[in-house]
């Protein structure tokens, strides 16, 4: 399994990290950590040192009740960033946005995936996508942002999911996608509750029916620090712990904002199924 980008091509046999760079005021667990340019430029230098693939550009928080930002505000914040990191690596760089004009503005700048959590919903979004023909990563969610966590509600969330994203792959590739360049995310976080959450990790495999990549972001979620009565920037183990539940459930991407502990944990993973694999050859 792979996804491509003109002339670059990622193998996703075995799961790659992620790398978070949210260049916000108010993210989660890392807002205003990385506005000034050259704290988000060293960051991002060392998460590709400490073991990330692909790097998360993001300029505006899609946490429950965060503001909207304008198109401008939010182009102003990534392209820069990505312009630089451009200069300095050849990595993947995916930027995190709903909006077209940002899409564009990033890929022009050097992003080559385009990550959006309204799954290509917003106007223009889906047709920007298809003409920059470059990877998208569509995401389930329930709701919008800033009322998402009011009252979560299904009659079966692993099957519901499901069908959301066979809707939107069916969209992707009318409006011009290439199937296989479409990469799934359940949407850990976005419109679910804590059960709803640990439903869809134990239920992992089922997104494999579509034969697509399947992104898995839990890292510092309230899907772990609620459950484990603890702050974002203290549940390292929790984060792992998904991490690698969802790595050996046979997720591709894993979003993360520990890369250098997901890392490792991931090669663990990898080295288990490679032997288990061979085993059975």
Not at 186 to 196: A, D, M
Not at 197 to 217: D, S, T
Request: hydrophobic share 45%.
């Amino acid at each position: 399994m792979e996804i491509t980008h003109h002339n670059k091509t990622l193998s996703l046999n075995s799961p790659v990290v992620m790398g978070i760079l949210n260049v916000t005021p108010d993210s989660f667990s890392d807002g205003g950590q990385f506005q000034q340019q050259a704290h988000a430029l060293e960051h991002a230098m060392q998460m590709l040192a400490d073991g990330a693939t692909i790097l998360d550009v993001g300029g505006e928080s899609t946490r429950p009740g965060a503001v909207d930002v304008t198109q401008q505000d939010e182009i102003d914040r990534v392209v820069p960033i990505i312009k630089a990191i451009r200069e300095r690596s050849d990595c993947w760089i995916s930027i995190d946005t709903s909006k077209a004009a940002v899409m564009r503005a990033a890929v022009e700048a050097g992003a080559n995936i385009i990550n959006d959590v309204r799954a290509l919903r917003e106007p223009g979004a889906l047709e920007a996508a298809a003409t920059l023909q470059v990877p998208v990563c569509i995401m389930h969610m329930q709701g919008q942002p800033r009322t998402m966590q009011s009252a979560p509600d299904y009659e079966n969330i692993t099957q519901e999911v499901a069908q959301f994203l066979s809707q939107r792959i069916d969209a992707c590739i009318d409006a011009g996608i290439v199937r296989q360049n479409i990469i799934l995310d359940p949407g850990y976080g976005f419109g679910k509750t804590l059960s709803h959450n640990y439903q869809l990790l134990a239920q992992l495999e089922a997104f494999h029916e579509f034969g697509l990549p399947i992104l898995a972001g839990m890292s510092r979620k309230s899907m772990i620090y609620k459950m484990l009565d603890k702050t974002p920037q203290d549940i390292l183990g929790g984060s792992i712990a998904c991490a690698t539940l969802a790595a050996a459930k046979g997720a591709q991407i894993i979003r993360v904002h520990d890369v250098k502990e997901t890392a490792d944990a991931l090669k663990v993973v990898a080295m288990a199924v490679r032997e288990n694999h061979e085993l059975g050859e």
